[in-house]
């Protein structure tokens, strides 16, 4: 038919008067659908509910120490002093070490030698007619450099600088004394220094991005797993900078293998958990502290309509009503707890009329019932109204869904045809 319908709503009246009796037809598919998608974290609804789009994100600072409490000993900035004694004259240098950040974990060291006691302006030792030759020596991861303080220098620091130092670096300071008259040699206590360019423990940085998703027609499951996790020397928390690294042992569903463990607190409810850094040192050594948030979230849910969908989608044939609509009238089972499949049986139904004016307009009526499952007294709950311009003797409806309802059964009551 190729009718033209300019109307069609939905008002839950009753016949109207001047309206004439119209022929129904019907069809059906029975279906058992099911809900996908995660379930609840805690406390699930009754019904039970099914989300399609779980997200994980935020950061989780993580600080491992050897010892507790957890002290972050680092050491951007170092200081002491050495001493040595020998053939009567007793001398000391101070000694600074220092990094500071041009990039993301790589720096410029300063050193600072100062002498301190045991010289005159000269550097010459008191005790003596000769002068000690003071020599050090720096070994560095990526180099090394010599120097040293000799007779007649009234300079009393020397700095040098070497840039492009990573953190975690090993330097060494080493000192040695000649002398310039006998050839004597002092050594000095400590016997060198050894620091390691900041002198901080590895912090850890996770950065969370994980989208796991359920496709709303088919079902099909997809992943996007975006995890980073950072580790550099630096003080606790490492917010910043640090080398991406290998997360073995890391899974993005956290109940499942979420690492931490007694290293966050957290908070559950039925569509997100949150995941909180502790700041208190927790372990048996080696130790941990924390902080940060994570949150894994639920969104997006899976509703009975969309379960129906996918169902219907799958059985592409309609049956038959027969004998006539009435007995077979739409439903959707109520589930309980735990229960995410369910049955329904979905129905359509058109109108037809022969007989008509071609080029008059008439309204067509279809009007619909419903008792709870398993009861008794029908009631009227909704009407949709069509008016289609014939060009025909006989026209009919397009197919009209018979509204379902969760707990219900829902039926074609009767149709009209109204001339207008």
Same mark, same amino acid.
């Given at each position: 038919m190729g009718a033209t319908i300019t109307a069609t709503t939905t008002n839950p009246c009753l016949c109207c008067q001047g309206e004439l009796p119209a022929p129904t037809e019907c069809e059906h598919k029975l279906l058992a659908p099911e809900l996908c998608g995660f379930e609840e974290f805690t406390d699930p609804s009754l019904p039970p509910k099914k989300f399609r789009v779980r997200t994980l994100s935020g950061t989780i600072h993580l600080g491992?120490?050897?010892?507790?409490?957890?002290?972050?000993?680092?050491? %951007?900035?170092?200081?002491?002093?050495?001493?040595?004694?020998?053939?009567? #004259? &007793? %001398?000391s240098f101070g000694w600074e070490l220092s990094w500071v950040e041009t990039s993301p974990g790589v720096g410029t060291v300063t050193q600072r030698l100062t002498k301190s006691g045991g010289f005159d302006a000269d550097w010459n030792a008191p005790s003596g007619d000769y002068v000690w030759f003071i020599e050090f020596a720096s070994i560095y991861s990526g180099g090394s450099f010599a120097g040293g303080f000799g007779q007649g220098s009234a300079t009393a620091e020397r700095t040098d600088t070497r840039t492009n130092i990573p953190l975690g670096s090993s330097w060494t300071l080493i000192f040695n004394g000649r002398h310039a008259g006998n050839g004597g040699?002092? +050594?000095?206590?400590?016997?060198?220094i050894v620091w390691v360019v900041g002198n901080g423990n590895i912090q850890k940085r996770d950065e969370w991005n994980v989208v *796991?998703?359920?496709?709303?027609?088919? /079902?099909?499951?997809?992943?996007?797993?975006?995890?980073?996790?950072?580790?550099?020397?630096?003080?606790?928390?490492? &917010? &910043?900078?640090?080398?991406?690294?290998?997360?073995?042992?890391?899974?993005?569903?956290?109940?499942?293998?979420? !690492?931490?463990?007694?290293?966050?607190?957290? !908070? &559950?409810?039925? *569509?997100?958990?949150?995941?909180?850094?502790?700041?208190? /040192?927790?372990?048996s050594g080696p130790y941990y502290k924390t902080a940060g948030t994570v949150t894994d979230e639920l969104t997006d849910e899976d509703t009975e309509e969309d379960a129906i969908d996918r169902a219907s989608a799958a059985v592409p044939a309609w049956t038959p009503s027969l004998p006539?609509? *009435?007995?077979?009238? !739409?439903y959707i089972t109520e589930r309980?707890?735990?229960?995410?499949?369910? %049955?329904?049986?979905? +129905?359509? $139904?058109?109108? =037809?009329?022969?007989? %008509?004016?071609?080029?008059?307009?008439?309204?067509?009526?279809?009007?619909?019932? =419903?008792?709870?499952?398993?009861? $008794?007294?029908?009631?009227?709950?909704?009407?949709?109204?069509? #008016?289609?311009?014939?060009?025909?003797?006989?026209?009919?409806?397009?197919?009209?869904? $018979?509204?379902?309802? $969760?707990?219900?059964?829902? =039926?074609?009551?009767?149709?009209?045809? *109204?001339?207008?």
């Open positions: 491992e120490y050897a010892t507790s409490p957890c002290s972050d000993n680092w050491e %951007l900035n170092r200081t002491g002093s050495v001493a040595g004694s020998a053939q009567g #004259d &007793s %001398l040699v002092i +050594s000095f206590t400590p016997p060198n *796991q998703t359920f496709n709303a027609e088919t /079902c099909d499951a997809s992943l996007v797993d975006n995890n980073v996790r950072y580790a550099g020397r630096g003080s606790f928390p490492l &917010s &910043s900078g640090g080398t991406p690294e290998a997360w073995s042992g890391f899974n993005y569903a956290p109940d499942s293998g979420f !690492a931490y463990g007694a290293m966050v607190s957290k !908070a &559950s409810s039925p *569509q997100l958990l949150t995941y909180d850094g502790v700041a208190n /040192c927790v372990g006539d609509c *009435q007995q077979h009238p !739409a309980g707890a735990g229960e995410f499949s369910f %049955l329904a049986k979905i +129905s359509r $139904v058109k109108a =037809r009329k022969s007989g %008509l004016t071609i080029g008059d307009t008439y309204r067509f009526k279809i009007y619909f019932e =419903r008792k709870p499952i398993g009861g $008794v007294d029908w009631i009227p709950v909704a009407v949709e109204i069509m #008016d289609i311009e014939a060009d025909a003797d006989t026209e009919e409806t397009p197919w009209v869904d $018979v509204p379902n309802a $969760v707990g219900f059964e829902t =039926r074609v009551a009767y149709a009209t045809i *109204q001339k207008l």
